[in-house]
């Protein structure tokens, strides 16, 4: 009997220690992964602010005053005179 019964408490240690290691791991796990979610929060907001950034400066880009001072300035655009228009039948 004290062979067996020394093999009980040696099963018992071991999975007493697995146990106790598989806590400790499941515990750093879950702290890495918080980590990392806070990681990929953050980044999110910064995306989401840039992408509210490039929004404003899309409009104030494509802003039709802009475009027209644009047109004239840098293009050397002018609208065509009524003499110049020609129209254009749809059939």
């Known amino acids: 009997m004290p062979i067996r019964s020394f093999l009980g408490i040696a099963v018992l240690w071991v999975g007493a220690i697995a146990s ?43 802003a039709y005053s802009r475009v027209e001072k644009v047109a004239r300035e840098e293009l050397k655009m002018r609208m065509p005179s009524p003499s110049e228009q020609i129209l254009v039948p749809v059939e």
């Not at 598989?22 to 879950?30: C, I, K, L, N, P």
């Open 20 to 62: 106790a290691l598989a806590v400790v791991y499941s515990t750093q796990r879950s702290r890495e992964l918080t980590a990392e979610l806070g990681r990929a929060q953050k980044t999110r907001d910064e995306l989401r602010y840039e992408q509210e950034r490039l929004l404003l400066e899309r409009g104030a880009w494509s």
